[in-house]
T-cell receptor
Framework: DADVTQTPRNRITKTGKRIMLECSQTKGHDRMYWYRQDPGLGLRLIYYSFDVKDINKGEISDGYSVSRQAQAKFSLSLESAIPNQTALYFC????????????FGPGTRLTVL | DAKTTQPPSMDCAEGRAANLPCNHSTISGNEYVYWYRQIHSQGPQYIIHGLKNNETNEMASLIITEDRKSSTLILPHATLRDTAVYYCIVRVDNQFYFGTGTSLTVIP
C-alpha cells in the first residue's frame, strides 16, 4: 500500500463549487504539505502543517484553506472554485528531523469549468 | 526571485552518465540542496540531498561546489526509465522552492 494517498485522483467541477481534496499518510510523519503544479512549471507550496495544531501559509495560499484532522490526515479546500485553480495538486509528508526530506502522494488532477 | 536555475532540457545516451547542473547562488550556509525527479505527472520522487560534502546513494551522486553556489546531479549509467523532469530544490524558511526543472531525455 502507498504511504501517502490522495482522494480523489481526478475531479471535474464547476465554478463556484466547494471542493475538498484529502490526503492520508501511514508514514507516521508529523509534517504535511499541499502543493499545486501548473503545466510546465514546478510545484508551489499552498499550505503546510508541522503538527495538528500548527498550520502555516505557503507561497500561494489565497483561495484555499486547510484542515489537519489528525496526524495522518490533511485536507485542502477550495471554498469557491475558479477556473485558474485548475491544476495538479500534490500532498507531501516529512518527518521533520534534520534534513526534512519530503515524500509525495500520487496527485489529484482538478479541473474547474 | 528564482532560488535555483537549471537548463530546461538535456539529452543523454543510454548507458552514459547524465550530469545535470544547478545554480543556487543565494543559498545560505545551513540550507540543504535536494534533488527530486518527476516522471510524467506522478508525484515527485526523492533522489538525494546534500549540504557541503559530495553525496552518493544507490540512485545518484551529488557534487556540490566548495562555495555552495552550484551543484551537479550525476546519474552514472542512465537508462530509458530515467527520462523525467529533474528538480533542484533549496529549502528556505521550512519551504521547498521548486524551479522549472530540467527535462532529461535518455536516448536509446
Amino acid at each position: 500500500d502507498a504511504d501517502v494517498t490522495q482522494t480523489p485522483r481526478n475531479r471535474i467541477t464547476k465554478t463556484g463549487k466547494r471542493i475538498m481534496l484529502e490526503c492520508s499518510q501511514t508514514k507516521g510523519h508529523d509534517r504535511m504539505y499541499w502543493y499545486r503544479q501548473d503545466p510546465g512549471l514546478g510545484l508551489r507550496l499552498i499550505y503546510y502543517s508541522f503538527d495538528v495544531k500548527d498550520i502555516n501559509k505557503g507561497e500561494i495560499s489565497d483561495g484555499y484553506s486547510v484542515s489537519r484532522q489528525a496526524q495522518a490526515k490533511f485536507s485542502l479546500s477550495l471554498e469557491s472554485a475558479i477556473p485558474n485553480q485548475t491544476a495538479l495538486y500534490f500532498c507531501a509528508t516529512s518527518e521533520g528531523w534534520n534534513t526534512d526530506t519530503q515524500y509525495f502522494g500520487p496527485g489529484t488532477r482538478l479541473t474547474v469549468l | 526571485d528564482a532560488k535555483t536555475t537549471q537548463p530546461p532540457s538535456m539529452d543523454c545516451a543510454e548507458g552514459r552518465a547524465a550530469n545535470l547542473p544547478c545554480n543556487h547562488s543565494t543559498i545560505s550556509g545551513n540550507e540543504y540542496v535536494y534533488w527530486y525527479r518527476q516522471i510524467h505527472s506522478q508525484g515527485p520522487q526523492y533522489i538525494i540531498h546534500g549540504l557541503k560534502n559530495n553525496e552518493t546513494n544507490e540512485m545518484a551522486s551529488l557534487i556540490i561546489t566548495e562555495d555552495r553556489k552550484s551543484s551537479t546531479l550525476i546519474l552514472p549509467h542512465a537508462t530509458l526509465r530515467d527520462t523525467a523532469v529533474y528538480y533542484c530544490i533549496v529549502r528556505v524558511d521550512n519551504q521547498f522552492y521548486f524551479g522549472t526543472g530540467t527535462s532529461l531525455t535518455v536516448i536509446p
